[in-house]
């Protein structure tokens, strides 16, 4: 991996290419905190396959779907995007699955996609590997919520992430924008898919690290999607691009916190938790940050 300063970018983002290696990179802040991941792909000459055999799958599924015109139309990009898993939003008393409606059969086909499932599993592993007390923090929720709900089934058996995106193609670039409703200390993993040449198109970009980053196919990377801005550029004439990317929400862990109650529960229920937790929110960003792993931190559990 390289870096090196690029000069044609959108107005006002002073910022620097960083070429993407097939191994995995971290990004850390001041202190040394990772704070997202490149986290390449694994070195198995199989998975780039597979994951071009999980693109052709999702394209097929497009071309049959003949999806309406205004599902393009959104706040993320011009593109079709299907989101499955286990949601919790505002006015739900608990989670629930996701209700795709007519578009229920194509994700349930596509979930069952062993070339989807390799994806999903590599980015969990690697959510695991560089973040792994956020993981853990993920990995607790997720199973005392599931224990609670035993109806709540994951998406992937081997991921620790409570929902996921198909972003369909051909041509898949995102606005400038946060996903807010993600916990702001977490991770999303995004994995490129399609036949585009990653040096023309389809970069990342980080705004607030000032970064633009080479995103190829069957690449993933990490990226606290809730605190971080980020888009895509448009891949170049003639190449497709689509992605696939996993979160879980931050109301989701919120009911977990609360006691399997909504906020509104909590404090009719029990009005001295409530409080209790009510104080907690103004230190909760600094519980956030001391989940982040520092390089050394996790050298120390390697061992020699």
Same mark, same amino acid.
């Given at each position: ?12 983002? /002073?910022?620097?290419?960083i070429? $993407? ?8 802040d001041?202190?040394?905190r ?7 792909r ?11 055999r999980? /693109? ?8 049959? =779907?003949?999806f ?6 959104h ?15 505002k ?11 007519e578009?229920a059969a194509i994700?349930?086909r ?12 590599y ?24 224990a ?6 994951p998406? $992937? ?7 996921a995106?198909?972003? $369909? ?14 916990a702001? $200390? ?55 691009? =689509? ?12 009911f ?9 529960e ?13 104080q ?8 956030g ?16």
């Amino acid at each position: 991996m390289y870096v090196h300063f690029i000069p044609p970018l959108p107005p006002g983002l /002073y910022s620097f290419l960083i070429a $993407f290696s097939s191994n995995a990179r971290p990004i850390v802040d001041a202190h040394g905190r990772i704070i997202a991941i490149l986290a390449g792909r694994p070195n198995d000459p199989s998975y780039v396959a597979d994951v071009q055999r999980a /693109y052709e799958a999702m394209a097929q599924e497009r071309e049959q =779907a003949k999806f309406a015109a205004d599902m393009s139309r959104h706040r993320r990009g011009p593109f079709v995007v299907l989101n499955c898993g286990i949601g919790y939003s505002k006015g739900q008393r608990v989670p629930a699955h996701m209700n795709n409606g007519e578009h229920a059969a194509i994700l349930q086909r596509l979930l069952g996609n062993r070339n989807v499932v390799r994806m999903a599993t590599y980015a969990s592993a690697a959510f695991n590997l560089w973040a792994p007390k956020v993981y853990r923090y993920y990995r607790d929720h997720d199973e005392r919520l599931r224990a609670r709900f035993s109806d709540l089934e994951p998406n $992937f058996p081997k991921s620790v992430f409570s929902a996921a995106a198909f972003n $369909f193609g051909p041509n898949v670039w995102t606005f400038k924008h946060r996903d807010v409703l993600n916990a702001p $200390f977490g991770m999303c993993t995004i994995t490129a898919m399609g036949p585009f040449d990653a040096t023309k198109g389809g970069h990342i970009i980080l705004w607030e690290l000032k970064l633009v980053i080479e995103f190829p196919a069957a690449s993933t990377i990490l990226i606290p999607s809730a605190t971080i801005t980020h888009s895509n550029l448009p891949v170049q004439d003639g190449d497709e691009r =689509a992605s696939f990317t996993q979160y879980t929400g931050g109301g989701l862990m919120r009911f977990v916190d609360n006691g399997f109650r909504t906020e509104a529960e909590l404090a009719a229920q029990d009005p001295a938790e409530y409080e209790r937790l009510a104080q907690l929110k103004e230190s909760r960003w600094k519980t956030g940050i001391d989940l982040l792993s520092t390089v050394e931190e996790l050298l120390e559990d390697v061992e020699p």
